[in-house]
């Protein structure tokens, strides 16, 4: 045989062997294979519609898949397993994986396809879908409330625990589903709710859900028990939330608890669903998910209604067990915080009192009264902080080598840069003239303080702020919070403006309560209000963007917090005993031959004070920051009301009612 006749024939034989093993694997594993993928695929992204089906409809199929799953209110991650393949037949698992709430639920079913012509069509069951998932039962989840965490005042007195409401919503196992949006509607008109907003959610709930509107200490006139159900599907529950022991308790620092917003189920990663609780505003916000723990979750299967008055049975498919929320403890005395937001009852304009135990730094009250209309003005406000800035000013021109004794001049008026500077209303024409600084400060004489511009440099005030607790970091407070601002550096008016507490210089009650309790402390206060903020920072939950946006001179609003502050400099030096002492010294005289006599008749320990009017807008005459600061033994405190007058006039009086109750 020739070369060329064998080569021929080694050819026609590979062939012949490559031919035979294509016929032997092309058993349809490839495609079989193809196919469940697609069917995972499919089901993960809720729709087989354009599948190849037996058993059922495609469209029907289609139908079904999203009738079982809408009540999770999620899409699964859904991957085929292997394949096996017996003639026509394929069979395999679908492993499933959901994450329902803080919960993943994660089951296998099994499929089966069979080639039909070219193609493998599924044969379709309920069973595919969840194992023992008959027909006409559809899917839902029941959330197992979590306990949520307490807040604890001082002495760990309980603030926030659970406490008897009334829950009241739509139950939608009692409302004929064509009814369920009017429904919705006639209870966000009783409750006072957004009508569209109410329907979206008691939409979006599943058929089995208690979509909640309000949540009432007790029945009032407008909202009682009988109009709620006079609303088909209308339920009122009783149950226990959450709460502080009033409505308005620490509102605006402790924030509030209820159902999550269609915001912030969008902005919790999954955290959160329809129906569930959550905190909104202040501590209950910034620490939730510490103090929501997590939930519980069952997935329930319910058969649908045939016939009217029948009882569906259900089964539970996953069950998960609720983690309790931990408790956040807080510096707060329950005593003093009720005592100043009834101080604060009846201020219009907006208004806060924030006291301090100088000796540990805690916040024991921090009250923005009803003005504030809901804002934190105590924690976060930014104001101009007027006279009661002449503690720093003070602190400056000790360290430049004056005293209390010090002769410093006190004229009627004072011009600079063509800005004409004068003192408050009614000043004594008696401490005109060269005067002692402790005079010049009880009365608080802005020309005199004006007149010390040029020995007392802009960063000097800046650094004598720092080294009273002011305009630096509060490591250990654990809210948000504006701590002070002072610029370091200004010329002409603007330092002139700010050696009276104006021009560029913004303080918080907050921060005006720190100051004073530095002058008591003998030392830097840092204040403190949650106790256990390092352990529940890995905890806290997503923030809101503006969660610290704070309102500035102008209404505006600026992103801050305690912990964006910049850090008092290494240079800076704390204040001393011996400079707090003289700082004592000038607060007491305030009360002793100033305008805060009224304060003496405070019992106990004596009271040392500084009064601060600030003016601001562009009026004729200008409107005015009502401030004042004291320190009475162990207690620092300051009172603000924005538009408020006269500090000695309109802040005094609610200083020493204050301080009087507290005894």
């Known amino acids: 045989m020739g070369k060329l006749q064998k080569h021929r024939l080694v050819l026609g034989l590979v062939t012949l062997v490559m031919a035979g093993s294509l016929t032997a694997c092309d058993d349809g ?67 499933y994986s959901w994450n329902i709430g803080s919960a993943k639920w ?15 069509a599924v044969q379709w069951t309920p069973a595919l879908l969840a194992p023992e998932l008959s027909e006409g039962e559809n899917l839902s989840v029941k959330t197992v409330p979590a306990q949520r965490g307490q807040i604890l005042g001082a002495g760990d007195a309980p603030i926030v625990e659970d406490r008897p409401v009334f829950r009241v919503g739509i139950d939608k196992t009692k409302v004929p589903a064509e009814q369920a949006d009017a429904s ?17 959610q008691v939409a979006a709930s599943g058929p089995q859900a208690f979509v909640e509107g309000l949540v009432l200490r007790a029945y009032t006139a407008d909202i009682t028990e009988a109009k709620i159900e006079a609303i088909p599907g209308g339920s009122s529950i009783l149950d226990s939330m959450a709460l502080a022991p ?8 402790l924030g509030s608890v209820g159902q999550a917003s269609a915001e912030q189920i969008e902005n919790s990663n999954g955290a959160l669903r329809a129906g569930d609780t959550t905190g909104t505003g202040g501590l209950q916000q910034k620490y939730d998910s510490l103090l929501r723990g997590k939930d519980g979750v069952e997935v329930l299967a319910t058969p649908e209604v ?37 101080t604060l009852a009846g201020v219009g304009p907006a208004s806060a009192i924030v006291a301090l135990k100088p000796s540990t730094g805690a916040v024991l009250a921090a009250a923005s009264g009803p003005g504030s209309n809901g804002y934190n003005t105590a924690l976060l406000g930014q104001y101009a902080p007027g006279s009661t800035f002449k503690i720093v000013d003070s602190l400056a021109m000790f360290r430049n080598g004056a005293t209390p004794d010090s002769k410093v001049e006190c004229p009627s008026t004072l011009t600079v840069d063509g800005r004409t500077f004068k003192n408050a209303e009614g000043y004594p024409e008696s401490s005109l003239g060269s005067v002692a600084l402790r005079d010049a400060f009880a009365h608080s004489c802005n020309t005199a303080f004006i007149n010390a511009r040029d ?15 002011v305009a ?7 809210a948000d919070a504006f701590l002070g601002s002072v610029p370091g550096a200004a010329e002409g008016t603007e330092h002139a403006a700010s050696m009276i507490g104006q021009g560029k210089v913004l303080f918080s009650p907050l921060s005006a309560a720190v100051m004073a309790a530095s002058v008591a402390n003998g030392a830097p206060v840092s204040p403190q209000l949650v106790l256990n903020a390092d352990a529940a920072q890995s905890s806290e939950a997503t923030q809101n963007p503006s969660a610290g946006a704070t309102p500035t001179e102008s209404g505006s609003a600026s992103p801050s917090s305690a912990s964006a502050l910049p850090a008092s400099p290494a240079s800076t ?45 562009n009026d004729n005459p200008p409107k005015t920051h009502a401030w004042i600061v004291a320190t009475h033994g162990d207690l620092a405190v300051a009172v603000f009301v924005e538009e408020g007058g006269l500090g000695a006039t309109t802040s005094g009086p609610l200083l020493k009612k204050f301080l009087t109750a507290a005894g």
């Open 455 to 469: 020995a007392v440099s802009q960063d000097q005030l800046e650094s004598a702020a720092q080294a009273l607790g």
């Open 306 to 342: 045939k016939s009217e008055g029948e009882t569906p049975g259900t089964k539970v498919f996953f069950s998960s067990l609720p983690s309790p929320g931990t408790t956040l403890k807080t510096t707060l005395d329950l005593k003093l915080q009720q005592l100043a937001e009834e």
């Open 246 to 253: 009033t409505r308005t308790f620490a509102r605006a620092l």
């Open 472 to 478: 630096v970091e509060a490591p250990k407070l654990g």
């Open 573 to 617: 030096k704390p204040i001393t005993k011996e400079e707090a002492a003289s700082l004592a010294d000038m607060m007491r005289a305030v009360v002793t031959s100033g305008h805060a006599g009224f304060l003496a008749e405070v019992p106990g320990t004596p009271v040392g004070a500084k009064t601060g009017t600030a003016e601001f807008g």
């Open 106 to 120: 994660e089951y296998s079913s099994e499929a089966t396809l069979k080639k039909a012509g070219d193609k493998w």
């Open 184 to 200: 919705a509607r006639a209870m966000a008109a009783l409750l006072g709710l957004d009508p569209e907003e109410y329907a979206k």
């Open 29 to 95: 594993r490839a495609g079989a294979e193809g196919a469940a993928k697609q069917l995972a695929s499919s089901l993960a992204a809720l729709d087989v519609g354009q599948l190849a089906v037996e058993g059922k409809d495609a469209a029907a199929a289609n139908d079904q898949l999203k009738a079982v799953f809408e009540g999770l209110g999620a899409k699964p991650a859904v991957e085929s397993g292997d394949v096996k393949l017996d003639g026509d037949t394929a069979t395999f698992p679908l492993n």
